[in-house]
């Protein structure tokens, strides 16, 4: 009978080590929650506005039910409160204090309890995923949403036809602005769709993340990568068909700042670099300024007018009025405006609807907290976009070894950094609900992980390999 020699050679086969169950149902929860927080017009659409308050609520205290007790234990490791990206906490705590002066009070409180309970989901997504596993958890809830977005067109094209309004409500009879409609059913008739989140500019940029965590996965040899294809399908399909000029312009700053990355990553000197740098900040330097010349035709090309939808002339010079009232500390925060606050109720209609933000997020910034306000947010984004920048380009290393190769999940951080500030020139989404998380999700993220794979918990990951510790 065969048996093992008194001396092996190697440690008897084992079988691989597997994610607990307790961890699967955490990674579960944490899916659940960038769901609720990249798909909240969904949720708002479905239960109104009170049910998705409690949604939201609910999902923070489960996470303060769960995170508590792991910080207070200090396991599997500390929380990195040194590393907390402090641009982001300021402008946190300064969106509290702004109660004191708000020209909005219950607007203030309100929205802060929002900002508030993103961040701590941010943190908690943080302290418990490794890199690894973050992008894996915001992979499965883009597939929920255009799956979910697929099946809800689907239905109201094949079986409803016609639009839906919120709470799965049949058109009424006579005609109505189409801006109330949650779905239009337009996935047949060429026209823009909206997707389970109700809006076509939401859809498209949602896409755009989803189309660079898939490729980010793909290029990561992921497992089904055949699988990841169609899904890459689906979201290209969806962005194209949302129709969105700035995820459009969105998507040409991420594919150029991709080349350029690769490029860096492939250089051998610093000089050669130097040299990169040069040509392609000189090259987008002059590139910014053809497009600020020929707005109007490119503009008309994509078939938007020159005051870029009404945002020029209705929505910032308002909002610069507002500015000019406060312009140190600002009138009080409020992300979004809460439409029926009478500071904001009919202040900007646009197509029958009260306006929820400022279609730009620094003017946003500069209206709610001022000049103090919006350096701060610079800072938040100037640093996460420098951090990711270098995350990116520079080549893993931790001791004298220097070859070590790239990984693709590094490509992650700044692609969608680029994509949040292009997004913030004509939209104020990167300073609340998704936006914010993903700004103090990657900031705090790089600061207390700079490499992937190292200094991360010892767990068991994907494939049942369990993360090597380096000394």
């Known amino acids: ?76 490791q500390a929380f990195a409160w040194r590393r907390l990206p402090w641009a982001a906490t300021a402008y946190t705590v300064l969106a509290l204090v702004s109660v004191a002066w708000s020209q909005w009070r219950g607007a203030t409180l309100l929205t802060w309890a929002l900002l508030a309970g993103v961040t701590v989901n941010a943190l908690f997504i943080v302290h418990v995923l490794s890199w690894s596993e973050i992008v894996r958890a915001l992979a499965s809830a883009f597939k929920w949403i255009l799956g979910l977005s697929l099946a809800i067109e689907l239905w109201v094209a094949l079986v409803v036809h016609g639009p839906i309004l919120p709470n799965f409500f049949v058109r ?42 898939f490729g980010i996965r793909f290029a ?98 308002k909002v610069l009025d507002r500015v000019a009232d406060h312009p140190l500390f600002g009138n009080g925060f409020s992300s979004p405006w809460v439409p029926f606050d009478p500071a904001f109720d009919r202040w900007i209609v646009d197509h029958g609807i009260t306006v929820f933000h400022a279609h730009n997020m620094w003017l946003d910034v500069l209206m709610q907290l001022g000049v103090v306000g919006l350096v701060l947010m610079a800072l938040a984004y100037l640093s996460l976009l420098w951090r990711s920048w270098f995350f990116a380009v520079d080549r893993p290393r931790w001791d004298l070894t220097a070859d070590r190769e790239y990984s693709p999940l590094t490509l992650l951080p700044n692609l969608f950094t680029i994509v949040l500030l292009v997004q913030g020139l004509t939209e104020s989404t990167p300073i609340m609900l998704w936006g914010w998380m993903l700004l103090v999700m990657l900031s705090f993220k790089i600061k207390s992980v700079p490499l992937v794979g190292v200094g991360e918990r010892d767990r068991v990951i994907e494939r049942g390999e369990r993360a090597r510790r380096v000394p």
Request: glycine residues 8%.
């Open 1 to 76: 009978m065969a048996q093992y020699t008194k001396h092996p050679v190697s440690a008897p086969p084992r079988a691989p080590e597997r994610e607990s169950t307790g961890h699967l149902l955490l990674r579960g929860y944490i899916i659940l929650v960038l769901f609720a927080t990249f798909a909240h017009s969904a949720v708002y659409n479905l239960v109104g506005e009170v049910g998705a308050g409690i949604v939201l609520a609910a999902f923070v205290v489960v996470t303060l039910a769960i995170g508590i007790p792991m910080v207070s234990r200090r396991r599997p």
């Open 172 to 213: 009424p009879d006579g005609e109505m602005n189409a801006h109330w409609y949650w779905v239009r059913g337009n996935l047949f008739d060429g026209e823009r769709i909206q997707g389970i989140v109700g809006n076509s500019n939401l859809l498209a940029i949602i896409s755009l993340f989803a189309l660079i965590t």
């Open 220 to 317: 990561a040899r992921a497992r089904w990568r055949t699988t990841l294809g169609l899904w890459s399908l689906l979201a290209a399909y969806f962005l194209i068909r949302a129709g969105s000029a700035t995820a459009y312009a969105c998507a040409a700053a991420a594919l150029v700042v991709l080349v350029v990355a690769l490029l860096m990553r492939r250089t051998a000197t610093p000089g050669a670099r130097t040299r990169l740098y040069v040509i392609f900040i000189g090259g987008a330097a002059a590139l910014a300024a053809a497009v600020w010349l020929l707005r109007a035709p490119l503009l008309s090309v994509l078939g938007r007018s020159a005051d870029l939808t009404g945002r020029s002339d209705k929505i910032w010079e």
